[in-house]
C-alpha cells in the first residue's frame, strides 16, 4: 500500500500578520473525490499553492505521494508536479498557442514522442472533453466554459495521478458547469485518478465528492460525506450550507464602531478598527 | 530614510544580477531548441525595423545637416563622411537604437511576459513542470541580445545613407571626398566600439525587459507600471554603461 496521494498535518500559514492557516489537517484517499469547500477569502487558492509547492508553509507538514512538500529541490518538486494535474480558474491557457497545441505543450516539454502518435494523444484528450473539433482554434476564441475543458484536456493529457481543480465551476452557465461536473466524474471514475476540487459551490459538489472538508477562519471546522454535512447541526455548517448572509461567519469585514465611525470629524479620511 | 532606499537599490541590484544568474543557465537548453529563440528574434527585431530605419535616417539627416553647418566653418566639409560615421558607429547609432528598442520592444516584452503572469500562465507552466524561465524568459532575452547588434547595424547604414543625402545630394559635399575618407579615417576600434556598445545595450535592455515583466504584480496597475519602469530604467542603464564604456574605450 502506497502512502496517500495528499496529507496535510497542522499546516500553519500566515500572510504578513494575517494568518490564513491555523492547524489544518486534510487527507485525500487514492481514487476518490475530495471537495475543499469554504466561503471567500478562506484561503482555499493558498491551500492549493501551499500544496504544490509554490509557497512554502510557516509550519506542519504537506505531503504528496508520500513526499514533504516542503523540504524538495526543484528537480524533485517538478517531477512530482509531471504527477499532477491541474485546472486553473480561469484556464491559464497559453494565449500564443492553438488549442491543439496548448494540450500537446506539456507533452512536447517532456517526451519526445513522434508527432503521429502525439496527434492522436492529444486529439484522444480533446475528444474526452467533447473539443476535438475546436482544435484549430486560438484560445482568444473559445468561451470560458470551453477554455476551462481545454484546459481540463491539457491537465490530463500526461495521465496524471492527481488532478486538482481550482474553483472549476466559478463564472460557468449552468450547462458548461454540468459538463465540467460530469467530466470531473468521469475523469475520476474512468482514469482512476484522485481528485481535489476546491471551491464553493455546495450543490455540485454534493453530486460528485466523496468527501468534503469544510474551511472557516483558517481551520476545517467540519469533514465528511456531502450527506453527513447536509444533516450536520454545526451553525457554522447550516450558515455555509444554507447561504445565509450573516452568522458565525460574520457579514461584515471587522471594523470599529459604526456611529463613531461615520459621525467622525470630516477631516479624518481613513476608518480606523 | 536615506539608508533604507540605498538598501533597496542594492537589494535590486542584487535581485537583478540573481535573475539573470538564473536566466542564464536556461540559455544553453534554449539555444538548442533555436525556433522559439528565432520567433523572439522575430519580435524584437524584425517588428522594430519600421521604426529603426525611420529614426536612423532622420538622425543620419539631423547629422548630415549640422556637421556641414559646423565643419564648413572651418571649411573642412569634406570631412563630413567621417564625422558622421564616426557619430553614428560609436555614439548615435547603439544609443538611440537602445532607447528606441527599450521603448518598442522592452516595454512589448515587458506587457507580455507581465500579463502572463496576471493570467496565471507562467503558473501553469510551472505546475505542469515546465520551467517558465527556460520556455519564456530565457528566448525572449537571447531574442533581445541578437536583434539588438543587427538593429544596430541597421540604424548605422540607413543614418550614413542620410547623411550622405543631405551632404552629398543637398550640399553638395564632394562624394569622392565623404567616402575615402570616411574609408581613410575609420578603424577598426571604432567598430568595435560600436559592437560591444550595441552588444551591452542589448543584454541590459533585455534583462530588464523580462525582469520586470516576470515580477510585475498581477495586476493592470503592476503590468503598466513595471512597462514604464521598463523604459526609464533600461533609458537611464544606457547612457550609463555608454559613459562607462565610452570611458573604457577612449581610456585606451
Redesign the interface.
Known sequence: MSAPPVRIRDLHYAVGTRPIFAGVDIDVPQGQITAVMGPSGTGKTTLLRLL?G?VAADRGRIELFGERVGELDKARL??L??R?G?L???G????DLTVFENVA??VR??ARLPESVLRRLVLTKLEAVGLRGAADLMPSQLSGGMARRV?LA?AIV?DPELLIYDEPFVGLDPISMGVIVRLIRELNDTLGVTSIVVSHDVEELATIAHRSYLLSEGRVVASGTPEELARSDEPVVRQFMSGAADGPVPFHFPAGDLASDVLAPTDRTRVRS | MGSGWIGNSVGRVGAVVLFLLRVLRQCPSSLAKPRAVVHQIYNAGARSLVIIMLSGLFVGMVLGLQGFDLLQRFGSEDALGVAAALGLLKELGPVVTALLFAGRAGTALTSEIGLMRATDQLTAMEMMAVDPLRYVIAPRFLGGVIAMPLLVAIFDIVGLFGAQLIGVQLMAVDPGAFWSQMQAAVELDDVNEGIVKSICFGFACSLIAVYEGYHAPPTAQGVGLATTRTVVVSSVLVLLIDYMLTAAFLGR
Do not use: S
Request: proline share 5%; aromatic share 14%; net charge positive.
Open positions: 504544490t509554490q517538478y517531477a508536479r509531471r499532477t491541474m486553473f480558474q480561469n491559464a491557457l497559453l494565449t505543450f506539456p516539454a517532456h484546459a491539457r500526461m
